[in-house]
């Protein structure tokens, strides 16, 4: 089945440690993005990729980094720099349409919290 | 600057009422996207929705129904004879032309109780 998946679903780690979130796409889509989701509120975009070893900040890229080595994949690394690392990490992916990027399909989440 | 609101935090029903959700929007953009997304418990984030702004005819599929408003620059989503499978948070989210970026809403949490 084409789809996002994204691992591990739960994370925890001892603060002052990095950790990686992994997202991966068999959509064959060609931009790719990480949000974050504190409770109550909307989505925030950290980056985002459009091709393969490309990647933009997006609104709140500080103590995040990424990388694009493959289409498929867009691992979301978090720094002992993010401040408050505690929430809900979403991928998600897009195609390229005539009209620029069509809707974003999303993964399943990671929720990581930091102890 | 790109901006949605959705003023309703929590909406609360009872199966089978009619519920609209609001979504007020702004951009400079003349041309730009719309959409809706429901997040159930789980988490993940499901697209429903997008209307371009130059295509100002509603859409109806099944018991969902959205008015798109540019005059009022409000997209709402209603849902008819609400079911406890609704219970979930909305997001509206809205993409300028000019750019890839999504720009969401703080999103409207739904209860649908039997």
């Known amino acids: 089945d084409g789809g996002i998946t994204q691992s591990p679903k739960y994370l925890f780690r001892k603060e002052g440690q990095n950790v990686t979130l992994s997202c991966e796409q068999n959509l064959n889509h060609d931009a790719m993005y990480w949000y974050r989701q504190d409770p109550g509120q909307g989505l925030r975009l950290i980056y985002y990729s459009q091709i393969v070893n490309d990647f933009q900040k997006g609104d709140i890229a500080e103590g995040y980094s990424v990388s694009r080595e493959k289409k498929e994949s867009f691992p979301l690394t978090v720094t002992s720099a993010q401040k408050n690392p505690t929430a809900f990490y979403l991928c998600?992916?897009?195609?390229?349409?005539?009209?620029?990027?069509?809707?974003?399909?999303f993964g399943p989440g990671t929720r990581l919290t930091v102890l | 600057a790109q901006k949605v609101t959705q003023a309703q935090t929590e909406i609360s029903v009872v199966e089978k009422e009619d519920v609209t959700l609001d979504c007020v929007y702004e951009t400079r953009d003349t041309t730009y996207y719309l959409f809706w997304y429901k997040q159930p418990p789980s988490g993940e984030l499901v697209f429903l929705i997008r209307?371009?702004?130059?295509?100002?005819q509603n859409e109806i599929s099944g018991r969902y129904s959205w008015n798109f408003q540019k005059s009022t620059s409000s997209f709402n989503f209603t849902i008819t004879a609400s079911q406890v499978v609704d219970s979930a948070v909305y997001f509206c989210?809205?993409?300028?032309?000019?750019?890839?970026?999504?720009?969401f809403g703080k999103g409207t949490l739904l209860t649908v109780n039997p």
């Open positions: 998600a992916s897009s195609s390229l349409g005539a009209v620029g990027y069509n809707e974003q399909f």
């Open positions: 989210a809205l993409r300028g032309s000019s750019n890839y970026k999504l720009t």
């Open positions: 209307r371009n702004s130059f295509d100002e």
